[in-house]
């Protein structure tokens, strides 16, 4: 299965709709200043709706970041959802001005969506991985190896959205879904995993190598 840039131009159309329709009934009005601001905000909603290509590394046992941002855990923790024991965690914080859409992070297939409705935290605490809205999903790679990978909803974020549905089969880097204006995305690992990021690191979805499965 292939993703391409279509689902993306999509979400974004409504609300390009609705902030050039506004630009346009102020420009009628004459009033400069409020004419300039609406366009500004027509070019940063088609930025925050940006889709760019990007290059997918090859090995079946290479894990790419699920998002764009930084790296702002990297611990042991339980996967309550579907793996019911220990994994290692990679948390992803997105700002504003991150790409977001998602990225699967190796091929297999998906074997559990599971929709947790909650709180709007802001998404780089801690707490937002517990307490806010946020959609799971469980993947099971050709080897066997589970691994589950989280959206969630952050303080500006009130949208979740997800493309794939339970047993798909999907490829390492296909377009999965977004979450709109801010948020976070957890990845939890089988234990023994070769983590190569730290903390504080910037990455990319679908480029950027989180990890190595053994």
């Not at 290509?53 to 579907?82: H, M, N, Q, Y």
Request: aromatic share 8%.
């Amino acid at each position: 299965m292939t993703r391409e840039s279509s689902p993306v131009r999509r979400e974004r159309l409504p609300f390009l709709i609705g902030v050039i329709v506004l630009a346009v009934a102020v420009a009628f009005a004459k009033i400069l200043w409020l004419t300039i601001l609406t366009a500004l905000l027509a070019l940063q909603t088609i930025w925050f709706f940006r889709d760019p290509r990007r290059t997918i590394p090859d090995g079946e046992e290479l894990i790419v970041s699920p998002a764009d941002g930084k790296i702002v855990e990297v611990s042991e923790a339980k996967e309550e959802r579907f793996l019911k024991d220990r994994a290692v965690k990679v948390s992803i914080f997105l700002n504003l001005f991150d790409v977001h859409v998602n990225r699967i992070p190796c091929t297999g297939r998906i074997r559990g969506i599971q929709y947790q409705p909650g709180k709007f935290l802001a998404a780089s605490k801690a707490l937002a991985s517990t307490e806010n809205e946020q959609n799971a999903l469980l993947l099971e790679t050709p080897s066997g190896a589970r691994l589950v990978f989280v959206q969630v909803a952050g303080l500006v974020a009130r949208r979740i959205v997800c493309w794939v549905k339970e047993g798909d089969r999907v490829q390492k880097g296909d377009r999965f879904g977004m979450i709109r204006f801010g948020s976070r995305t957890d990845l939890f690992l089988p234990p023994g995993t070769e983590i190569r990021v730290r903390k504080g690191q910037k990455v990319k979805g679908g480029s950027s190598v989180i990890g190595t499965l053994k």
